[in-house]
């Protein structure tokens, strides 16, 4: 159950676009399509971004979008704003022995400068 | 609205026990699988335990396995995680989290801080 693998930090200017990758393993990220991502503010608790790699829950604004290639999930904020600046999180569903298990990421934290 | 509050918190030492509690409202507790998920002060999320709606199945991160034990009552609406031999690399904000299929966690609580030190 290694943690998937995030950049530490990303950053851009306002109105920029950032992607944070999410590197994972033909276990969890390249087998099944259960990724999702979180955004989480200092000293609150995360908040549901994308689930199912790239299905956006209401209320979240298309900025946010998700895909993946093989081992690896991508989440991209277009248009970036001040108010994107936060710690983001991904996280896969995997299976080992037969085990209902998650896994996050690293965590990557976004600067808007 | 979907609420969920945790609480029993504290400083425990080294080796000792713990049993925190999280009370949910605003949704169908019976029907919904549940985890905690914790994270270390200035660090990531790790995923800790799951457990499915009619209480009878679970599974762990490898990290806690053997010493953590998540329950759940759905008369009371609520879940519970039980922590013994405690470590010092327990120390932590606990959250429990609503799970939504497909490692989706749609609401979390406001998290619960446990502090492992003599």
């Known amino acids: 159950q290694s943690a998937l693998t995030q950049p530490p930090s990303a950053s851009g200017s306002p109105g920029q676009s950032v992607t944070i990758s999410c590197t994972g393993t033909?276990?969890?990220?390249?087998?099944?399509?259960?990724v999702s991502w979180y955004q989480q503010h200092a000293g609150k608790a995360p908040k549901l971004l994308i689930h199912?790699?790239?299905k956006r829950p209401s209320g979240v604004p298309d900025r946010f979008s998700g895909s993946k290639s093989a081992n690896t999930a991508s989440l991209t904020v277009s248009g970036l704003q001040a108010e994107d600046e936060a710690d983001y999180y991904c996280?896969?569903?995997?299976?080992?022995?037969?085990?209902?298990?998650?896994?996050f990421g690293t965590g990557t934290k976004v600067t808007v400068l | 609205q979907v609420q969920l509050v945790e609480s029993g918190g504290g400083v425990v030492p080294p080796g000792g026990s713990l049993r925190l509690s999280c009370a949910a409202s605003?949704?169908?507790?019976?029907?919904?699988?549940m985890h905690w998920v914790r994270q270390t002060p200035g660090k990531g999320l790790e995923w800790v335990a799951i457990i499915w709606s009619d209480g009878g199945t679970d599974f762990y991160a490898d990290s806690v396995k053997g010493r953590f034990t998540i329950s759940r009552d759905n008369s009371e609406n609520t879940l519970h995680l039980q922590m013994n031999s405690l470590r010092g690399e327990d120390t932590a904000v606990y959250y429990c989290?609503?799970?939504?299929?497909?490692?989706?966690?749609?609401?979390w609580g406001q998290g619960v801080m446990v502090t492992v030190s003599s």
């Open positions: 199912d790699v790239s």
């Open positions: 605003g949704f169908t507790f019976s029907r919904s699988y």
């Open positions: 989290a609503k799970d939504a299929q497909h490692a989706t966690f749609d609401y």
């Open positions: 033909s276990g969890d990220i390249g087998r099944y399509n259960y």
């Open positions: 996280c896969s569903y995997t299976s080992i022995g037969g085990a209902d298990l998650r896994v």
